[in-house]
């Protein structure tokens, strides 16, 4: 069986869609906290077992039969690193053979602060022995898209500078997770992953004004001016100063990249930030 955790996500549920081109449903398991959200996926024949990262005894039991695994990284920054430590000992307890991480593009070397986690958990993974792959996973280009109505309304923010982010969208990323369980040989890769084309935010701007006919502008702040203006549009403190962290690390080339190897490892091209940016105006 290849499982998947966080199945019930954006990228888990794009993992899932992408594995069911290549294999049967009746080999696909998909792991997460709510039956609810996996509705879906268990009308398409893809077995579903509840687990939750925090509790450790549920985990085990939904290993079961798993002979590859991909650990989505989860989403609640601060608990992660228990929370993945807790998938791997269940992992290694269950006899999986081989796993993939997603983790965060450069990991080793990036000054996201958000890497933290990530380059703890390759370091669980390296100690627990189990034969693994890295999914350094650049930007989702759909990080830009929640912001859209505010970016027509009011025009885009950040401190990124002329920092270019080499943004791929969750789809090319969940089809490289899908390629790398699906293919023999991808024990001990380190796989750099990253859009095609970047783009600065000033570039973003002029594509959402190209695309809306509206007049979008990019106002680039100081750190400390972007946290407070999230903050100010109601985004918790913490929040603020991780997304302020990234936008200013990615001003210093932190979400760069012109290895290809996302291109390469789903052949074809990563799908670019205006289609990404058409398809979002057009629903
Ligand atoms: N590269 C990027 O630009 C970028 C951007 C955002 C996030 N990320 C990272 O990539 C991951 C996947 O992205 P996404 O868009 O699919 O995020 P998402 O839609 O928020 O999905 C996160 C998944 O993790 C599951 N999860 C969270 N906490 C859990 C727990 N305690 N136990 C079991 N499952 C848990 C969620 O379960 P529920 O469905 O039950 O909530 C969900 O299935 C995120 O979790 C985050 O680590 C990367």
């Not at 925090?54 to 690193?81: D, F, H, M, Q």
């Not at 509206?214 to 991780?242: F, H, K, W």
């Amino acid at each position: 069986m290849l499982a998947v955790t966080g199945a019930t996500g954006h990228l888990g549920h794009l993992v899932i869609a992408a594995l069911l081109e290549e294999t049967p449903a009746g080999r696909i398991l998909a792991i997460g906290r709510n039956a609810q959200k996996a509705a879906d996926l268990a009308g398409r024949g893809v077995t579903f077992r509840q687990a939750d990262y925090n509790a450790p005894e549920t985990l085990g039991p939904a290993l079961e039969g798993a002979e590859k695994l991909l650990l989505i990284s989860g989403s609640e920054t601060g608990r992660r690193v228990r929370q993945h430590q807790a998938v791997i000992d269940a992992a290694r307890a269950a006899s999986v053979g081989f796993m993939a991480y997603t983790s965060i593009l450069r990991a080793d070397s990036s000054p996201i602060g958000l890497a933290r986690d990530h380059r703890a958990t390759e370091a669980a993974l390296a100690d627990s022995g189990i034969p693994h792959a890295l999914l350094r996973n650049g930007w989702y280009c759909e990080n830009y898209i929640a912001g859209l109505p505010a970016a027509l309304e009011h025009g885009l923010i950040g401190c990124s500078g002329d920092g270019r982010i080499s943004a791929a969208s969750r789809a090319d990323f969940a089809a490289a997770a899908a390629r790398v369980l699906l293919d023999d040989g991808q024990a001990g890769q380190v796989h750099e992953l990253a859009g095609d084309t970047a783009f600065t935010m000033s570039e973003l701007a002029a594509e959402i004004s190209a695309q809306s006919g509206r007049d979008v502008v990019y106002t680039d702040l100081s750190q400390g001016d972007y946290q407070a203006a999230l903050e100010g549009a109601g985004l918790p403190g913490s929040i603020a100063a991780m997304l302020a962290d990234s936008s200013a690390a990615a001003g210093r080339g932190a979400l760069f990249d012109d290895g290809h190897a996302l291109s390469r490892l789903i052949g074809r091209p990563t799908t670019p930030i205006g289609e990404v940016i058409r398809q979002a105006l057009a629903a």
